[in-house]
């Protein structure tokens, strides 16, 4: 969404890792243009990403705000 509007990629940085190196949790924020939009956590990074890239993409009003709003719609 951002690469279509000429806007700079977003960013993912893991800020927090937890648990024993088997069972590990990652937390990780998506930024960008020094923005925090959205944080996600998971077993791994990439969980932890597409978690943190959906809360992005509903701040910015890419896709709704909560699931009972989609299941109104249809």
């Given at each position: ?33 020094g923005?925090?939009?959205g ?36």
């Open positions: 969404t951002t690469q279509a509007k000429g806007q700079p990629n977003p960013e993912y940085h893991v800020i927090m890792e937890k648990g024993p190196d088997h069972h590990k949790e990652f937390t990780v924020e998506v930024v960008l243009e923005k925090s939009l944080k996600g956590a998971g077993p791994n990074k990439k969980k932890a990403e597409q978690k943190a890239a959906r809360q992005a993409l509903k701040k910015l009003g890419v896709l709704p705000a909560n699931k009972e709003n989609q299941m109104r719609r249809k």
